[in-house]
């Protein structure tokens, strides 16, 4: 989970999402963030499907899914390193309850920012991690829905 501070070339070229404007932003306005390597920065994507692919059904679940960007390029948008964080159920969009549907994610995610104590297999040890949800991945009509 390391990768983006150790591993990554830094040539200036755009290659993963730790190369972005936003990225260096987030850095530069929270130092003590970014001074670890073990902190976690997230992005979260979530819209509507039909589980039932029928285009006359008015059923659809909203997934919510975290995807850190810690992993290297090619590993952190496979869908082995997907969090699936919840699912919103039917029969319709959540419409105005999204706020209440994804009130325990917010909860958890404000813990996480301000640090738990993890466990480290390799040095078999404690440390403490933050995680931070630098950006949201949807559709337009997934935005209007996620920014009410």
Not at 5 to 20: N, Y
Not at 115 to 128: I, L, N, Q, R
């Amino acid at each position: 989970m390391r990768w983006h501070f150790e591993g990554r070339r830094k040539d200036g070229l755009m290659r993963h999402p730790a190369d972005s404007l936003q990225w260096k932003s987030f850095d530069a306005q929270h130092k003590d963030f970014s001074s670890d390597a073990h902190n976690i920065r997230l992005g979260v994507a979530s819209d509507s499907f039909n589980p039932f692919k029928h285009l006359s059904s008015v059923d659809s679940i909203w997934p919510v899914v975290l995807i850190p960007y810690n992993l290297p390029t090619w590993l952190c948008m496979k869908q082995t390193s997907f969090i699936l964080s919840m699912i919103i159920p039917g029969p319709k969009g959540p419409g105005n309850d999204i706020d209440a549907c994804l009130q325990p994610l917010v909860e958890e995610l404000k813990k996480l920012w301000d640090s738990v104590d993890t466990y480290d297999a390799t040095s078999k040890g404690t440390f403490k991690i933050r995680v931070a949800l630098l950006w949201t991945i949807s559709d337009f009509p997934g935005l209007s829905m996620l920014s009410r």
